[in-house]
């Protein structure tokens, strides 16, 4: 199983409202290294939900539940399908992410402009521990 990050505008789409809808197609996604990582997304991966813009944190833990398929906006991309699992028993901020060592070749730190990107085990554990 891979685990991903995926970052939304919360004012846009927020974790809340990922559970108010239970799902989503995850869409809009316009960046080609991004693209390539929902391709390779399987039902049943992980991702860290990352609120971007205003709360810069890691929110909750989202699953893949369809693989990359043409986006239903434009053809020319891909979508995949996500569920809520959990939320994270706090938020993670970025600035607690950058200041740990170990994270600093995290891709959210490296491409900090990407909006979907893959997730080391080893961070995953990291992060998770941070949020207790």
């Known amino acids: 199983m891979a685990r991903w990050l995926m970052k939304s505008e919360p004012e846009s789409y927020s974790w809340a409202d990922l559970v108010r809808d239970g799902a989503t197609e995850w869409d809009g996604v316009r960046n080609n290294a991004a693209r390539l990582h929902l391709r390779a997304m399987m039902v049943g991966d992980e991702a860290f939900l990352y609120h971007s813009m205003s709360d810069k ?4 833990i989202m699953r893949i ?5 043409p986006d ?3 053809p020319d991309w891909v979508s995949v399908r996500v569920e809520p699992m959990s939320p994270l028993a706090r938020p993670v901020t970025l600035a607690e992410i950058k200041a740990e060592p ?3 070749k995290m891709e959210l730190i490296r491409q900090s ?3 979907v990107a893959p997730v080391r085990d ?3 554990k990291l992060i998770l521990e941070m949020a207790k």
């Open 57 to 60: 944190a890691v929110i909750g």
């Open 65 to 69: 539940i369809r693989e990359a398929q």
């Open 72 to 74: 239903p906006k434009d």
């Open 102 to 104: 170990k994270l600093a």
């Open 113 to 115: 402009r990407l909006s």
């Open 122 to 124: 080893d961070e995953w």
